[in-house]
């Protein structure tokens, strides 16, 4: 780029002459979650997706995002900064051995995160994400086998939260799993009055800790009501630059990983896209996702499902 480039004005001209829409996920970095026209958790970046007027969608946010968006809102222009912007998740689970493993399975129905490949979400009936799992999960009658995957502690917390019982893919999130109990316990005991937020996607011995669990959005709600005035963050920290924004008072904490501070739990997918990856997306309409028509649609059904058992 030529230097003294002006990103943040070059992206408002590029946004307006593609009329584009940029949205982003809460685990962006700040500079993008301030110039997004929409920051929001999967389940409402996924509901923007659907409905944008908008020509062109800046996907802030990692592949499985982007390709969501692209699966609901075919005919327009998705593109992503950063095409390696992958997920942990979405790694653990291969689609031929997703599919072998239904075939093992053929009484269950496959509920699945909506962190996974747009080919997982083909093989499967019904995508969730943590914002909507458990409202999806209480409308399946009880007697309903489920495999549930990729996320086994999302699988778990919901388990233990509705008392169902699932078969469960062994998949983790690497930065949820990265707080250490250890530390967060020495944290509390620094505040002693401090609640903890946590993601369903940490394990059970971070999530045992915590007073309230949901996804991003909820976390950020529950941020808004607290009581007192120091909250531990068990999720990526960069959702605390919103907090701080709307409680410019209160005291955010990330929680802790092995190391004792926040900064091991930065994921590392999303923070492969920058402004500069931004600008040029938005100047060559590329990096672009595309996806094949036949796996598009069967992908299509699975994420029509959760939007309407989410509504
Ligand atoms: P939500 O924003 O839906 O809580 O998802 C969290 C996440 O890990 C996204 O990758
Ligand atoms: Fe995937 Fe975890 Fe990063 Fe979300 S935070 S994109 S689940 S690796």
């Known amino acids: 780029l030529p230097t003294g480039t002006d990103l943040l004005a070059e992206i408002d001209r590029l946004r307006r002459e593609r009329n584009a829409v940029i949205l982003g996920h809460y685990y962006q970095k700040p500079e993008i ?31 499985f995002m982007a390709e969501t968006a692209k699966i609901l809102s075919p005919d327009k222009t998705v593109i992503l900064p950063d095409m390696d912007a992958g997920c942990s998740l979405e790694d653990s689970c ?105 993601h369903p996607e940490c394990p059970a011995i971070i999530l045992d800790h915590a007073d309230y669990v949901g996804s991003t959005s909820g976390i950020l709600s529950y941020a808004s009501e607290f009581p007192g005035d120091t909250l531990i963050v068990a999720t990526e920290p960069h959702i605390i630059h ?25 994921c590392p997918y999303m923070a492969l896209n920058t402004l500069e990856k931004l600008y040029i997306a938005l100047r060559d309409l590329s990096p672009r996702i595309e996806i094949e028509e036949g796996l598009r649609v069967k992908a299509k059904v699975s994420l029509d499902r959760m939007l309407a058992m989410a509504s």
């Open 94 to 198: 291969p689609p031929e051995q997703f599919a072998a493993f239904r075939a093992q399975h053929p009484d269950h129905i496959a509920l699945t995160y909506i962190n996974c490949s747009t080919e997982v979400k083909a093989l499967s009936d019904i995508i969730v994400t943590s914002s909507s799992a458990e409202k999806i999960l209480s409308q399946l009658p009880a007697d309903q086998k489920v495999i549930f995957g990729p996320d086994r502690n999302l699988g778990g917390y919901l388990m233990r939260k509705t008392g169902r019982d699932m078969l469960l893919w062994p998949g983790v999130c690497i930065v949820h799993e990265a707080f250490s109990e250890t530390e967060l316990l020495k944290l509390k005991a620094q505040h002693p009055n401090a609640p903890v937020a946590a």
């Open 242 to 266: 919103q907090m701080e924004k709307a409680l410019p008072n209160k005291n955010f904490i990330g929680a802790p990983g092995a190391d004792g501070n926040c900064n091991c739990n930065i």
């Open 33 to 63: 979650q301030d110039l997004a026209d929409f920051v929001g958790d999967s389940l409402d970046l996924s509901r923007k997706a659907a409905a944008t007027d908008a020509d062109v969608i800046a996907f802030c946010g990692v592949r």
